[in-house]
């Protein structure tokens, strides 16, 4: 349930990035910018929520190194992940369909750095059959093939290193915050418990996103640009406040699913996107220049009824 969540929440947000980046809507002028937003409200929204909830529990027998592994998988995602995704989205390899076929990997990194892992020795406390480890890959195959269909864009090798990192960087936030989790469960008394006790560090450590907008040119452009930002407040605040939830259920989703099955299940967005730009188009007025008309629509349709399939197998135990 919250992996579904996080799935339509984050379809959300890429949405509404299409149109914050699209030409003549720009409301950034530079990647740092939305990094430093993004990174500061997600961790101001979350808080505000979690405060209550966090200062209700006795959180004094979560271990150090917990509170450290959480700390360390916000920065991954908030700093490196987030950082990557946002360069991407503002060059000129923003529209390629290498970018989703990338992302929809996640799970198969996922799936494999737990067997590197494995293999020197760390512990594998997650055990799933055989057939969920193949709904898990068949979905990340069916998720590429989607983008595959309205064919490939030329990209440029730096942007295919940096979709290399932006793949590990997220399979290790997750698997680092999954086993922070895990870790502080017993002394916790449970997993919700370690949960709510953990997720504030997380947020701390994704604030470090905000670290390059101090550059010197970096806030220079910031401050050129901040009337424009401040103009649009409602979009940024929305797509942020759907941004917070697509994360929290995301990490929340680990506790009942192993990760590689939550993360293949979240990364079905891309699906819901590709619905929902046929919906804004149609529906909504928006131009085909930000959402193109869509390639070969009943072969895409076939693909979503085999992602639908292939992640109900990995689903079922």
Known sequence: MFA?????????????DIVMTATGKRTYSRPSQMLA??????????????????????????????IWMAIISG????????????????SEAKDATEISLYDGATPVAVSILLAIGFGLGFPNPEH?????????????????????????TKMLAKHRVALIGFMITQALYMILF??????????????????????????????????????????????????????????IGLAEGFATIAFAAQVASFGGEHVAVADAICGTFPLMVFLGGILLR??????????????????????????????TLGIWR
């Open 4 to 16: 579904l969540v996080s799935s339509v929440s984050m379809a959300a947000v890429v949405l509404m």
């Open 37 to 66: 937003v993004s990174n500061l409200l997600d961790p101001v929204f979350g808080i505000v929520v979690w405060l209550p909830l966090w200062l209700a529990h006795d959180h004094t027998e979560v271990p150090v190194e917990c």
């Open 75 to 90: 920065a991954l995602l908030g700093l490196i992940a987030n950082g990557i995704y946002f360069s991407l989205m503002m």
């Open 128 to 152: 799933i059959r055989w057939w969920q480890w193949m709904g898990v890959i068949l979905t990340s195959v069916g998720l590429a093939l989607m983008p595959l269909l309205g064919g490939i």
């Open 178 to 235: 999954d086993r922070a989790c895990r870790m502080a469960t017993n002394p916790m008394g449970s997993e919700l418990g370690a949960f709510l006790a953990l997720y504030p560090y997380f947020w701390v450590g994704m604030a470090a996103g905000i670290l390059p907008i101090f550059l010197p040119k970096e806030w220079r452009e910031f401050r050129s640009q901040l009337p424009t930002i401040l103009n649009h407040w409602r979009r």
């Open 282 to 311: 149609k529906s909504f007025g928006f131009s085909e220049e930000i959402f193109p008309r869509e390639e070969r629509p009943w072969a895409k349709a076939t693909i979503i009824v085999f992602v639908l399939a292939t992640i």
